[in-house]
């Protein structure tokens, strides 16, 4: 008598150790993970699981999406959750993002020159991450607008994307504003943000 082999359900997706190990992952990869796969980000071939954010990161995030869908301009639309493909094998999701109103709606990643503004909202986890790799990944891709959003208190530093490349010979970019109290900036759109506002 045999026995009878015992089913297994299969746990939940991970992406293959093999494949992570050669860094061979594409965006082309990313469009097709099932339903039950994690958020993720495409680190030059290697898939990165974006962190659970907490309450107070979503609230402002949600906040701020609110406010702009409010206020942009008629050929500007405002998303959360929405990658930028930065390559073929390297993608960010911004906490929030301001992209061109023709985009279709059905698009799961927007092309870097789709984008106007990407946003990201500081955790302790991202600090180095949203200070420093993100704003230059999204300079160097040509992204106009950058802007870091700080916790307790709720700060923002609004950026734009410099004529010329800086001391690293890549494209950066440079300080507008940054307030506690009100955002005013003219690029890569007119702003008046009361940031009582975005604050939960």
């Known amino acids: 008598m045999s026995a009878e082999p015992i089913a297994q359900t299969p746990?939940?997706?991970q992406p293959d150790p093999i494949r992570q190990r050669q860094a061979s992952y594409t965006l082309e990869d990313l469009l097709h993970l099932p339903p039950d796969a994690p958020r993720v980000e495409l680190l030059d071939g290697v898939i990165h699981v974006v962190p659970s954010p907490t309450l107070?990161?979503?609230?402002?995030?949600?906040?701020?999406?609110?406010w702009l869908r409010r206020h942009l301009p008629g050929h500007l639309r405002a998303a959360q959750a929405v990658g930028v493909s930065l390559s073929a094998n390297f993608t960010r999701e911004p906490d929030v993002l301001v992209h061109l109103a023709e985009v279709a709606p059905n698009r799961s990643f927007l092309l870097p020159h789709e984008v106007v503004l990407a946003v990201e909202v500081v955790s302790p986890g991202t600090r180095r991450t949203d200070r420093f790799s993100k704003p230059a990944e999204y300079a160097g891709a040509g992204i106009p607008g950058y802007w870091r959003v700080e916790q307790d208190p709720v700060r923002v530093y609004a950026y734009r994307l410099a004529d010329?490349?800086?001391?690293?010979?890549?494209?950066?970019?440079?300080l507008l504003a940054e307030t506690?109290?009100?955002?005013?900036?003219?690029?890569?759109?007119?702003?008046?943000?009361?940031?009582?506002?975005?604050?939960?």
């Open 164 to 174: 010329r490349p800086g001391r690293s010979g890549d494209r950066e970019y440079e």
């Open 56 to 66: 107070g990161h979503q609230n402002i995030s949600g906040l701020l999406w609110n």
């Open 180 to 200: 506690a109290d009100l955002l005013e900036v003219e690029q890569p759109f007119p702003v008046k943000l009361p940031i009582a506002e975005i604050t939960p």
């Open 11 to 13: 746990g939940p997706w």
